[in-house]
């Protein structure tokens, strides 16, 4: 499905359209493909992760625990992807990435690879950068308005 994953890829993955044809299949050539079930933890918060995550099919949940309150942070979809921050900044995974559908299927690019890709086309970096610094804001603002809300009585 190399071909497939290539066309998918620079379709829909907006971080990676300006790569060629050529770089794209270079990377699909060697691209995990899992297949997931709902409810499946693709990456739990705190774990150490260095790979870049695609989802090709299906959907996700990213959700955070902070002072032990978990916060859902958003939901991606098919074109989306994760693990940028870990790859960028030598952190664990910020946050926990849970299935909502099945047969979800992601796409994993490994740490090396990924490294290869940033040194053929440095404005990736940059790219992710910004996305980075958007979900570190939508993060934060989700935690923020989750302090605002009133909690449930306890009984």
Same mark, same amino acid.
């Given at each position: ?10 379709k829909?993955v907006d971080?990676?359209? *300006?790569f060629?044809d050529?770089?794209l299949?270079?990377?699909?050539a060697?691209i995990?493909r899992? %297949? ?6 693709v +990456?739990?918060?705190? &774990? ?16 955070a625990?902070?002072?032990? /309150?978990?916060?859902e942070l958003?939901e991606l ?7 940028e %921050?870990?790859?960028? /900044?030598?952190?664990?995974?910020? $946050?926990? +990435?849970?299935v909502? &559908?099945?047969?979800t299927?992601?796409?994993t690019?490994?740490?090396?690879v990924f490294q290869r %890709?940033l040194? &053929? ?15 570190k804001k939508?993060?934060e $603002?989700? *935690?923020?308005?989750s302090?605002?809300?009133?909690k449930?009585? &306890?009984?």
């Amino acid at each position: 499905m190399p071909f497939d994953d290539t066309v998918f890829l620079k379709k829909n993955v907006d971080v990676l359209s *300006f790569f060629t044809d050529e770089q794209l299949r270079r990377i699909t050539a060697v691209i995990d493909r899992r %297949m997931y079930r709902k409810g499946q933890t693709v +990456i739990f918060q705190g &774990e150490v992760s260095n790979n870049f995550y695609v989802i090709k099919q299906g959907s996700v949940t990213v959700a955070a625990k902070s002072q032990g /309150e978990r916060v859902e942070l958003a939901e991606l979809k098919a074109g989306d992807f994760f693990g940028e %921050m870990s790859l960028l /900044e030598s952190t664990s995974a910020t $946050a926990t +990435i849970k299935v909502l &559908e099945n047969d979800t299927e992601i796409l994993t690019i490994t740490h090396d690879v990924f490294q290869r %890709m940033l040194g &053929e086309n440095p404005p990736l970096e940059n790219l992710l950068r910004e996305r980075i610094n958007s979900r570190k804001k939508q993060r934060e $603002a989700a *935690f923020e308005k989750s302090k605002q809300q009133p909690k449930p009585p &306890e009984g």
